[in-house]
DNA sequence: TAGATTGTTAATCGATTAACAATC
DNA sequence: TAGATTGTTAATCGATTAACAATC
């Protein structure tokens, strides 16, 4: 099934499949691998993996696999990893330094290419190599270094005015780790990390676990035998 | 509707709201907020967000709106949050770092307990006021603070054994930061930050931005006009 | 009462999954 | 041919949304 649009779910799921793959390549040995390892590394389901598979093409052989040579080059190809998108980070406080300095970027093609902030006492400073510059040369910068993708790294204070700033400067995709929801004109697309919701949503499954541990053990205590 | 359980995609939205209510609390004036207000801040609409809190109980009042200060509460309530998580990270490197030293953590009222790491030249070493201690007590240290949840900053081929002994000291929630994916027991609630996924989730998306761009200009050139 | 806004229903949409015919 | 595994169908499930009666 071609040019139908891929779903969101399948696309959020492409790059656990190709860093799997990545490992089955680099094992070595095996030169096909089937739905059923796919889905054991991938931590989903056979069925899955070949639903999401399938939008892509029919790239399988049945009673055989997936060449894991092809089937890289495929996802990799339709993710949009074969070209060169060029990264800029605003905001260096610890979140932007972390970022500008880690490693899994680069070892997954993406090139941090220049870093921003307000800030007298940051500007100038060189973090992992590059030299922190003004926001106010954002957008120059944006046009000079083919910069595609903005990556918020700001208090929430300054967030919205941040993505305003790249929008205008023609920046299409925004990775936004703010704790604050932008607003962005729709052919913009963002995405959105907020490490301290990641926690929340935890606790509200922790107090669950601890709940059904709870009534688990208040069950015991009462001679209570759950249902077999 | 009450005792039903509550949709994990309206979990996921809850701490949005929240951050959304204390924001409005904070520039009070207003003591209560319509469902278009809450949804307007969270980027939502507001059908989604009279039936997420509709999952919470009936805590609105009809035309007038919800009680921005009781709503406040039952939220916090329902996420877990007026209790304390203790929160251990492993792997010290320039996440970790990061992460040990991220305001927002405390400020949404996380504690950051206990910091391990299995690197001699870390060990000992003292991160945002916290003593690097050596993984081999981990168990210890989780049963003598009561950490309840475990965020994992290593690398990937050290997650699964970190998240292991997570596992087997107790740990009932885990936030992983590592790019590979963990197995744990069923009981055990696992929330993956990726940072290379996210970008290539978004390379996806600007690569279809850019791929209509084109499609346009190209309709330009040829004198095509867009359907009204 | 008139206006505002919730809470809930029901229609719709999109994602998941089991099952199996197709086919290597 | 027999065994393995894909690609696709169809059933099911869960999430979204518009609409509106209930009610402040």
Chains 1, 2 share one sequence.
Not at 17 to 41: D, H, I, K, P
Not at 44 to 51: C, D, L, P, Q, T
Not at 108 to 127: C, H, P, T
Request: proline share 5%.
């Amino acid at each position: 099934m071609r040019n139908r649009p891929i779903p969101e779910a399948t696309v959020a799921r492409l790059p656990v499949y190709l860093r799997a793959l990545l490992e089955v390549a680099e094992a070595r040995g095996e030169l096909t691998v089937s739905s059923e390892e796919l889905a054991g590394m991938a931590g989903v389901n056979a069925a899955k993996v070949r639903k999401d598979l399938s939008y892509l093409g029919s790239y399988g052989t049945r009673g055989v696999g997936y060449d894991v040579e092809y089937l890289l080059y495929q996802i990799t190809r339709e993710l949009g990893l074969t070209q060169d998108w060029p990264a800029a980070i605003i905001g260096i406080g610890n979140l932007g330094r972390a970022l500008a300095s880690y490693r899994g970027f680069s070892e997954r093609g993406f090139r941090i290419a220049a870093l921003f902030d307000v800030d007298d006492g940051v500007v100038g400073e060189e973090v992992g190599g590059i030299a922190v510059r003004h926001l106010d040369e954002l957008k120059e910068s944006v046009v000079d270094q083919g910069i595609s993708i903005g990556i918020i790294a700001t208090p929430p204070m300054a967030a919205q005015e941040v993505a305003e700033k790249l929008v205008d400067a023609g920046v299409k995709s925004i990775l936004n780790f703010a704790p604050a929801v932008v607003n962005v004109p729709p052919d913009v697309s963002v995405r959105k990390v907020d490490l301290s919701i990641e926690l929340q949503i935890l606790s509200f499954y922790q107090q669950r676990t601890q709940a059904i541990a709870t009534a688990r053990e208040a069950n015991r205590r009462l001679g209570v035998r759950p249902p077999a």
